[in-house]
């Protein structure tokens, strides 16, 4: 993983018309008239945030003639994700002393710890 | 966590630089002039980068008269990693086809799956 790859995998995502691309390929591959559809936009618009998410190789073309249809590529997204990862005990232990402040108002006995997805439920 | 603050986070992170800084102050606070040492950068330019990270919301100022030193925010991060985390299951289907191919080529019986510290050993 250079930074390059970093860097492009990162700006790529820091689009909401790119991300929502990459959730309708999470389902799927498909053709650009497919991914045009939902968006409120052109096709040379979406072609260029597909062309954005092809340089950062987060999605590819197939080579069929004609339809090419796109298909997601998630390594890179591993990737960011794996960088991200080393920060996690930051914002556990941030979610932790929120848990500890929401304790103390309420007047409660703070609790230890909590999992994920407890903290998800709330 | 609004469109918005994703795009602002991974834009912030789309820079060598800025996630130096964030290395850096993962391992503690540190003022502008600390900040400024490891890189070959001058001062007004590692400003501008603080400038991004802060406006992101991936760092904040202390209140402190002149030092005012910053430190990281990692809350976003943990945003960032949550939006990443739905595409978890592409990336370990990639690596598990990947070790399919491994095994082929070796010659080997496939293996049904494989721990991710067990990956990260090879």
Do not use: C
Not at 44 to 65: C, N
Not at 100 to 110: N, S, T, V, Y
């Amino acid at each position: 993983m250079t930074p390059g790859q970093l860097d492009a995998t990162f700006a790529a995502l820091a689009d909401p018309t790119r991300r929502a691309i990459l959730a309708r390929l999470a389902l799927g591959e498909a053709s650009v008239n497919e991914l045009v559809k939902p968006f409120a936009m052109s096709q040379p618009a979406v072609s260029k945030h597909l062309k954005v998410l092809e340089r950062a190789g987060l999605i590819s073309a197939a080579h069929e003639a004609q339809r090419r249809p796109r298909r997601l590529e998630a390594r890179p997204l591993g990737e960011a994700a794996r960088w991200l990862e080393r920060y996690r005990q930051f914002w556990e232990a941030r979610f932790q002393r929120l848990d500890a402040l929401l304790d103390e108002l309420q007047g409660r006995k703070p609790r230890r710890t909590r999992t994920k997805r407890q903290r998800g439920r709330r």
